[in-house]
């Protein structure tokens, strides 16, 4: 099934942006009357029918506006210092999207191999994945903030900050508590500092553990994002 | 830290095959007298100094042999088809090493994309990853066998199959008991085909969802494997 992505979709007639219509009649070949599905990255998908398959201007018809099997009760956020690699950045951002995140914060720490984003890039990659797992939302991503920025904007929900430490025992799939809304600090390459752990603390966020393997920033990140999605499944 | 994987590790002097000792000495530029870790990848990891700087045939001396801290009591396999891009199998292979997993059993069923895939490399990724994580064992994997030969293997565990099917509601959280052994396949990018399905139930494997979202085929195996994982380490 294709899916295209149309921010301002409605039910009705609408015309395709330059790019998407390319895709559309160039790429894929589709001609009038080919029917496909369209997601409007905010919690909506459409039927839709190519009316006009013109490699600019493409018109689609759209019907059946209905809720994405991705509406959540709760809201997952990860906030994460982009790696040195920027692979393994779009990697989990690939990943994330398709388990289920609502939004990712990037942010600049003490030790972080990278200060500056791609953000554009990266959410091509998050749109890539959207269309690809038929989800109806497109996970927020802004721009690199300061970490220490970062750390004092409210958040309505459990805090968690991960990072490699004999000390912390507690396991962030103890402490989550289902159908809460969870914000999760992924500690950068070069790990955070004890100032910045400190500040962490300071605003609330609690110390845990990812478990016993010592994971790669981006995995870490991934793990954290399906902990709290598996909490929210399970039954028994 | 840095890590060197030697097979035949033991306690006392051993001599590095001549790639290790290349790696060591020319590229890390280690000197006599330089001390790292060693993993036998069967459960055993070392201290160890080096004791001859030598760039072929580096000598190195061992001690404190100790078991790693991924021993655990229950045993995980994964199987998965290869996928049509290589990168995407060794995505999977990285993250299962780091997050844990025995081993990989490569099948190849009726809508496979790829029937061969080239182990060696496959098994060079996981000792990277294994190296890079400081785990004691290095998961097993072997060629890309015949789906219906693989689900008539003997197994002493939980048997799973995993793909998309709207009439599958149970869960594999739900249904993995802790403890327990588990091998988990899962569906191929052109997913299994009816006969493949009923053959893998005729031999004891219970159909089991991983969510809703709809996952890539490397990304359901790290769910899967993640999920056996997180249910092992939960306390509550």
Partial sequence: MNVFYLPDANDGMVSFPEEESRHCVKVLRMQAGDRFCVTDGKGSLYDAELVEAHPKRAVACLSNKRAGYDNKTFRLEIAIAPTKLNERTEWFLEKATEIGIDKVQLFASCHSERRV??????????????KQSIKSRLPEIEDVTDFNKMVQQPFDGQKFIAWIDDDVTDLLCDKYEKGQNALVLIGPEGDFSPEEVQLAKDNGFVPVSLGEARLRTETAAVVACHTVQLINQMRK
């Fill in 117 to 130: 984003a791609n953000v554009e890039r990266f959410r091509k990659v998050m749109i890539a994945a959207m």
